[in-house]
Every structure is written in structure tokens, then in C-alpha cells.
């Protein structure tokens, strides 16, 4: 054959020929020394060229590697997981506020703008929804100033939680103001119930229960990397969950079935319907405007 | 989506890949931030749709930096884009800086397309995907890599060339 050419060579680094052509060009680089020196050349322009462009990854943000979810790689994590207290129980006879914030997972990056922040209202177990409307509108009366854990900026809740969980089931993007809000109704047949956060980014989450105040019904929070846990007690507790605006991916689940997923911009109710949460109005999952 | 964790998991798996992909093509870290998130957005609605996932957000970041690339090339052309992440600050970052910028400056000599197939097989893509991801014949893809590579080197060997004292 005559000299193969640039490209020809480079197929044949590549290993991207099928087999008659690679030893076509393989039988003629064993005996020509112009091509053999040439695709020396041309591997070895290519190795440099991974170093080069390696460089290049010197200029990365160092946050860019940590912000993979190593959920595979850490099977076992939740034999870590610690428990942790209430942080404040109002006393009996009124509806009870328990919250607890986490930092979960990997380390803050700073150069990404702020750009939304979510407010997410589960309401779990309970009667039908009918019953659960003077319950919700009390413990709404009733909450305790919230706890300066997490920045103002970032944990946005200006809506009154009574308000939203009855004014619509839908899911509710606030773009304008840098605020989304989902509202999930409950349903009958809920009960004890497990509501599980998991986050992607090192971020304060914090997540406020309210229930008709009883001994019985205190929940117990739980923290591992990448996740808060609450297990709930009894039924007609409304979880509210407000993560931050710099956070990138999110689950939430009931029980085990996811019920909200986050990414970027966009949050996604997803369409399981669990033994004691149920999303109505669903519809695609909404990506909010830019600020 | 059906299943979130699968998602999760492509998240996991590429993300990092793709925001690397997109800052070696715009050097821009913030651009790169945008366009990854964008794509796993798009990736979330249309995912039932999807069977490559990989070769998918890879074709969608490029088409959006082409995009981006046309909407901004007029300003561009005014007003020179600096170098972002590099802030050479300690001495001993001074020459890595510098040869993160020779780097650069010898990828802008690439033809854009052309640029996109060297990066694509730096990732790991073999031609065929290659041709998927930037639209081309895939016998074309070789041409386009080698091209690339002498016009890097070249670049990069003026750049060294004109730097040195």
C-alpha cells in the first residue's frame, strides 16, 4: 500500500480499523521507516497532548471532583448514622416544633451563585384531608420562632406553612422570588412513617416537624453524610424541609418511595403515590426562571 | 423520571467529566457550570427517550456552547475574554499558570469543530460516538482529530516559541 495518511495512522493508534485494514497499515508500518517515525510521532503528540490538557484541569475549582454523590462507593454509611436531639420541643398542650440541621456531605462551593432557594412542605399520614385542615392551621398558630440555624438568605419560608399546604396541592414555582415551594396532601391510612433527606452538597438542611404535641408523637432525627432522617410518630405531622440555594441535587422520601427530587433549578415531584404521602396536581417538573 | 436514583447515578458519573469537557472547550468556569446543569436538566425530561446518556449530555453541552459561541462571538470580538480560575498568586504557580495559558491560547487555534473531537477522544469517546456527538460522518472523524492535534502543537509550539526569553 502507499503511505497511509495522517488520519489513516492516527485510526490505527486509535485502534479504530477493522482487522483487514489494520493489518494492511500494520504490514506497512513494519516496513517503512517514514510512517513508523511518523506514528511514533503521532502517539506521542497525542500523550502530550493528554498532559497539556491536564493542565488545563489545574485551573478547575477545586470543589468540581467532590461534588460526585459517592452513593455506590459508601454502601455501608448508615451504620454511621447518629442520632440526634430535638432541638426544641414546645410544651405539652400546644402543637409541638421539633427541628434539627445537618451539614451533609461534601464541601461548600463558593464561586456558585445563589440561585434558588426551596421550601418543601410534606405532610405525612393523618385522615383525610378535610379532617387534617384545623390540625394543620393550629400547629401553623402555634410554631415557635424558628432556630437561627441556617442563613436567612439561604432558608427561605415567607409563606406561612398553613397557607400553602392548604391554598393548593399543585406544585408551585415562585421564580420571581428566588423561592420554590411544593405542597404535598396527605391521605388516609398513614402512620408511623420515616421521611428521608438526602443532599448532594456540604449545605445546612434543616427540617422542621410539627404534630399535635403528645410524648407518643416527638419524632427522632437522624444525621449521616448525606442524609437527615426523621422518624415520624403517629400520623398528621407536617415535615417541612428548607434547603438551601446553593444546593444541586436532592431526594426526599417516604418510607422508603421517593416523593421529591431536586436538581440545579428544577424540582420534581415524583409520581409515587406512598402509604401516607400523596402528591396531586403533577405536572412536568419545572425548572425556574434565572435571576 | 421513572427512576431518580439511575439519574443520580449518571449524575455522579458524568458530571464532572462533562463540566471538564465544556471549560476546556469555553475556559470559562461559570459557563461550564451552566451549560453541564442545563444539560441534566434536559436530561431529567427526556430521559425515557435516552439510550446513550453519556454520548447524549456530551451532544447537548456541545450544541450549547456552539450556541453560546454564536451569541457572544461579536461581543468577543471587542472585547478579549479573560482567563478565568487562574490566579497565580504563590511563586512557585507563576510557571503553571503560564502554561495553563499557552495551552489555551494554542486550543484557540483549533478549529471549533475540530476542537471538539480532539476533546471528545481526550474523553474517552471512540469515532463513531464522536461522529454522533458533533454531527459528522464518522470517517471524517479521524481527519478532524489530526488536524486538530498538528494545529495544537503548532500553536503551542509558537506560543512556547514567543514567550521564551
Request: net charge neutral; proline share 6%.
Amino acid at each position: 500500500m502507499s503511505h497511509p495518511s495522517e488520519a489513516l495512522l492516527l485510526a490505527f493508534a486509535d485502534d479504530e480499523l477493522d482487522a483487514e485494514r489494520r493489518r494492511e497499515v500494520d504490514a506497512h508500518v513494519q516496513v517503512c521507516g517514514l510512517c513508523r517515525h511518523a506514528l511514533r510521532d503521532l502517539e506521542q503528540a497525542m500523550s502530550g497532548l493528554t498532559v497539556e490538557l491536564a493542565l488545563l484541569d489545574t485551573a478547575e475549582p477545586a470543589g468540581w471532583q467532590s461534588l460526585i454523590i459517592p452513593r455506590k462507593a459508601r454502601p455501608g454509611r448508615s451504620a454511621s448514622v447518629e442520632e440526634l436531639p430535638a432541638a426544641d420541643v414546645v410544651p405539652r398542650g400546644r402543637a409541638s416544633r421539633t427541628s434539627a440541621t445537618a451539614h451533609a456531605g461534601r464541601p461548600p462551593r463558593t464561586f456558585v451563585p445563589l440561585r434558588w432557594a426551596a421550601v418543601l412542605l410534606v405532610v405525612v399520614g393523618g385522615g383525610a384531608a378535610a379532617m387534617a385542615v384545623p390540625r394543620w392551621r393550629d400547629a401553623a398558630t402555634h410554631l415557635v420562632a424558628p432556630k437561627a440555624t441556617v442563613p436567612a438568605a439561604r432558608a427561605v419560608a415567607t409563606t406561612p406553612v398553613a397557607d400553602v399546604a392548604m391554598s393548593s396541592a399543585a406544585v408551585s414555582i415562585l421564580p420571581s422570588g428566588g423561592e420554590a415551594t411544593v405542597a404535598l396532601t396527605s391521605t388516609a391510612g398513614g402512620g408511623d412513617g420515616r421521611v428521608l433527606v438526602e443532599v448532594s452538597d456540604r449545605s445546612d438542611v434543616q427540617v422542621t416537624v410539627t404534630t399535635a404535641t403528645s410524648e407518643r408523637m416527638t419524632p427522632r432525627f437522624t444525621s449521616a453524610d448525606g442524609r437527615l432522617g426523621v422518624q415520624l410518630a403517629g400520623h398528621g405531622s407536617l415535615v417541612r424541609v428548607a434547603l438551601p440555594a446553593t444546593l444541586r441535587l436532592a431526594r426526599i422520601t417516604h418510607d422508603g418511595a421517593t416523593i421529591v427530587t431536586i436538581s440545579g433549578d428544577a424540582i420534581n415531584p415524583t409520581a409515587a403515590r406512598t402509604s401516607g404521602v400523596i402528591l396531586a396536581g403533577m405536572g412536568q417538573p419545572q425548572a425556574k426562571e434565572r435571576r | 423520571m421513572d427512576d431518580p436514583r439511575s439519574w443520580e447515578t449518571i449524575y455522579a458519573e458524568h458530571r464532572v467529566e462533562l463540566l471538564r469537557y465544556v471549560h476546556r472547550l469555553t475556559r470559562d468556569v461559570h459557563l461550564a457550570e451552566d451549560v453541564v446543569q442545563d444539560a441534566f436538566l434536559r436530561l431529567w425530561r427526556e430521559t425515557r427517550t435516552v439510550e446513550n446518556p453519556r454520548s447524549w449530555l456530551y451532544r447537548v453541552c456541545t450544541n450549547m456552547v456552539r450556541d453560546h459561541a454564536r451569541r457572544t462571538a461579536t461581543r468577543e470580538r471587542h472585547t478579549p475574554v479573560a482567563d478565568d480560575a487562574v490566579s497565580p498568586s504563590p511563586e512557585e504557580d507563576v510557571e503553571r499558570a503560564e502554561s495553563v495559558r499557552l495551552v489555551r491560547l494554542a486550543l484557540e487555534r483549533i478549529l471549533p469543530r475540530d476542537r471538539e473531537a480532539l476533546l471528545l477522544r481526550e474523553s474517552g469517546f471512540r469515532y463513531a460516538e464522536i461522529a454522533d456527538v458533533i454531527d459528522v460522518r464518522c470517517e471524517i472523524v479521524p481527519t478532524l482529530i489530526a488536524r486538530a492535534l498538528k494545529r495544537f502543537h503548532k500553536a503551542y509550539l509558537q506560543e512556547t516559541t514567543d514567550v521564551a526569553p
